[in-house]
């Protein structure tokens, strides 16, 4: 009776183990983590931030286009079309990848944030888009106005453009 017990707990144990087993290869597999999340930021090649102003003056008004590469990162600044600015700079791969970094770091990502702005005129938008090695894009944007966020570019936005400012030598001054 003792050796039938011992066999049948032995048993349980090896059956347990093995199920125990095939349930963390699974969860392993099927989990949805940083390596997800790293592959959709993987081999980006060219990254474009759009800032658009508010209905101001023209005096006043200061839209902004900052593209980035490897290499080089380049702003122009305008009023309402009239091209102000134009500066390029060189970047080494390390700031590019900063810049890659920060995409993930701030939750970059395409969303529908709401369906209505309830009318509301006069405030900011910002887009990102950017190209991957294999000619994949992602395009999204955003309009801020009366405090209610249109369109279907999630994430932090302002800490992911801050990113790109720092690389811009006077960047406050280019865009006064």
């Given at each position: 009776?003792?050796?039938?017990?011992?066999?049948?707990?032995?048993?349980?144990?090896?059956?347990?183990?093995?199920?125990?087993?095939?349930?963390?290869?699974?969860?392993?597999?099927?989990?949805?983590?940083?390596?997800?999340?790293?592959?959709?930021?993987?081999?980006?090649?060219?990254?474009?931030?759009?800032?658009?102003?508010?209905?101001?003056?023209?005096?006043?008004?200061?839209?902004?286009?900052?593209?980035?590469?490897?290499?080089?990162?380049?702003?122009?600044?305008?009023?309402?079309?009239?091209?102000?600015?134009?500066e390029e700079y060189d970047i080494n791969e390390k700031e590019f990848q900063e810049i890659v970094d920060s995409l993930a770091k701030n939750k970059i990502d395409k969303k529908k944030l709401s369906s209505d702005n309830d009318g509301c005129t006069g405030g900011t938008s910002e887009s990102i888009s950017y190209i991957k090695e294999d000619g994949g894009t992602f395009e999204a944007s955003v309009y801020h106005c009366a405090g209610i966020d249109a369109g279907d570019l999630s994430g932090n936005t302002g800490s992911f453009s801050n990113a790109l400012k720092k690389l811009i030598p006077d960047f406050e001054e280019l865009i006064k």
């Open positions: 009776m003792k050796k039938s017990i011992l066999i049948v707990v032995i048993i349980s144990v090896l059956i347990l183990c093995i199920s125990s087993a095939g349930l963390l290869l699974w969860f392993l597999k099927n989990r949805k983590g940083d390596d997800d999340h790293d592959k959709v930021y993987s081999d980006i090649v060219e990254i474009e931030y759009r800032f658009t102003d508010a209905s101001v003056p023209p005096e006043y008004h200061r839209s902004y286009t900052i593209e980035v590469t490897p290499d080089s990162i380049s702003i122009k600044v305008d009023s309402y079309g009239d091209i102000l600015v134009e």
